[in-house]
Antibody, heavy 119, light 113 residues
Framework: EVQLVESGGGLVQPGGSLRLSCAAS????????MHWVRQAPGKGLVWVSR????????SYADSVKGRFTISRDNAKNTLYLQMNSLGAEDTALYYC????????????WGQGTLVTVSS | DIVMTQSPDSLAVSLGERATINCKSS????????????LAWYQQKPRQPPRLLIY???TRESGVPDRFSGSGSGTDFTLTISSLQAEDVAVYYC?????????FGQGTKLEIK
C-alpha cells in the first residue's frame, strides 16, 4: 500500500524558512516523479513543484520560484521542500503526491502538513 | 500558464440523478504525438486529500465506481456522475498536466438537493 506522510509544518514568522518532508513507502520511490501541491484554508488546490526520479529535473510555480527548492533522497525514500522568504500567502496545507511518470498526473496523496506564516 | 475554468462553481443534484461538471482550458491540452488529452479529475471530501478519479480525460482510476465518467477533447471537458450517491458529496477539481505549472480549476462543490 502506498503511504506518503508529510511533516515539518508549523508556525513561522514572515520572512522565515521551513523545510517540509514527505516519507514514502509501498512503492519504488526512485522510479516515481513527486509533486508538492498546496491548499490555503478554504481555498482550492495549487500545484507548487515537481521533481523527477533521480532529482535531476525540477519545475516550480511562478509564485514560489526562487524561494522554494524541491529535492529528494532516494536512499531515505524521502521528498523535501525547502521554503525560504515565507509570506502570509504561503499559509496552506501542503500535500505531497506521486506520479508514475512525467506524463502522468499526481496519483496517491499524503494527508498534508499545515504551514502557517504569521507574526 | 494554462488557465482551467470550471462550471458551475456549485451544483445541487437529487440522489439518483445525473451530475455534470464542466472544465475548459485556455489552450488545447491534446498532445498530438500520442493523441491524449492531459486532463485529470479529482474528488476532495472534507478534511481529506484529493483522490484521483479520471486521467487522460476519460480513463477511470482503479477502484473508481463506473458511475463516474469523463469526456471531452482539446479544450472542453466534462465529468459526469450518472446516478448521484450520498457519498459523492465533495468538491471536484480538474487539472491539466500538459505543461508546467500543472494548473487546477477553481473547484466545483457538489451537494445533495
Amino acid at each position: 500500500e502506498v503511504q506518503l506522510v508529510e511533516s515539518g509544518g508549523g508556525l513561522v514568522q514572515p520572512g522565515g524558512s521551513l523545510r517540509l518532508s514527505c516519507a514514502a513507502s509501498g512503492f519504488t520511490f526512485s522510479s516515481y516523479w513527486m509533486h508538492w501541491v498546496r491548499q490555503a484554508p478554504g481555498k482550492g488546490l495549487v500545484w507548487v513543484s515537481r521533481i523527477n526520479g533521480d532529482g535531476s529535473s525540477t519545475s516550480y510555480a511562478d509564485s514560489v520560484k526562487g524561494r522554494f527548492t524541491i529535492s529528494r533522497d532516494n536512499a531515505k525514500n524521502t521528498l523535501y521542500l525547502q521554503m525560504n522568504s515565507l509570506g502570509a500567502e504561503d499559509t496552506a496545507l501542503y500535500y505531497c503526491a506521486n506520479a508514475p511518470g512525467h506524463k502522468n498526473p499526481p496519483d496517491s496523496w499524503g494527508q498534508g502538513t499545515l504551514v502557517t506564516v504569521s507574526s | 500558464d494554462i488557465v482551467m475554468t470550471q462550471s458551475p462553481d456549485s451544483l445541487a443534484v437529487s440522489l439518483g440523478e445525473r451530475a455534470t461538471i464542466n472544465c475548459k482550458s485556455s489552450q488545447s491540452i491534446l498532445y498530438s504525438s500520442d493523441n491524449k488529452n492531459y486532463l485529470a479529475w479529482y474528488q476532495q471530501k472534507p478534511r481529506q486529500p484529493p483522490r484521483l478519479l479520471i486521467y487522460w480525460a476519460s480513463t477511470r482510476e482503479s477502484g473508481v465506481p463506473d458511475r463516474f465518467s469523463g469526456s471531452g477533447s482539446g479544450t472542453d471537458f466534462t465529468l459526469t456522475i450518472s446516478s448521484l450517491q450520498a457519498e459523492d458529496v465533495a468538491v471536484y477539481y480538474c487539472q491539466q498536466y500538459y505543461s508546467t505549472p500543472y494548473t487546477f480549476g477553481q473547484g466545483t462543490k457538489l451537494e445533495i438537493k
